[in-house]
């Protein structure tokens, strides 16, 4: 096996705080629903997406990554010294360079040996 020594010890992750509904999404585009005639509940039925969680406006992106790193490392009581890699899997990002890994690693104390990349 080629990567023998390489594994996932913890997943930790960080939910927004704001709850929005797709009923609530619904009603804020009612008039589009109403003049092309599509009955509310769709949102819903052709997703399959219930509620959706946001950040409150100008949060830093990494400051959800960077508690959903802290609960992986509490989870499997894990030291920030033994991470050899952080590897930051959004969709978003704060800033072109340098990568949202980075301050996720830098937060949570990983030694600037180890690979650190978005």
């Not at 920030?80 to 899997?89: P, Q, T």
Request: glycine share 8%; net charge neutral.
């Amino acid at each position: 096996m080629k990567y023998s020594r390489v594994f996932i010890e913890s997943v930790g992750y960080e939910l927004g705080p704001i709850v929005v509904t797709s009923t609530e999404l619904e009603n804020r585009i009612a008039s589009v629903y109403k003049a092309l005639h599509i009955t509310p509940g769709q949102l819903e039925a052709l997703t399959g997406i219930r509620e959706r969680r946001w950040w409150k406006p100008n949060t830093p992106i990494s400051h959800g990554a960077i508690a959903a790193a802290k609960k992986a490392l509490l989870e499997r009581n894990v030291s920030a010294a033994d991470i050899g890699a952080v590897v930051y899997a959004g969709v978003c990002r704060e800033h072109f360079e340098p990568a949202t890994a980075c301050q996720v690693a830098a937060a949570i104390g990983v030694q600037g040996n180890a690979a650190v990349y978005d």
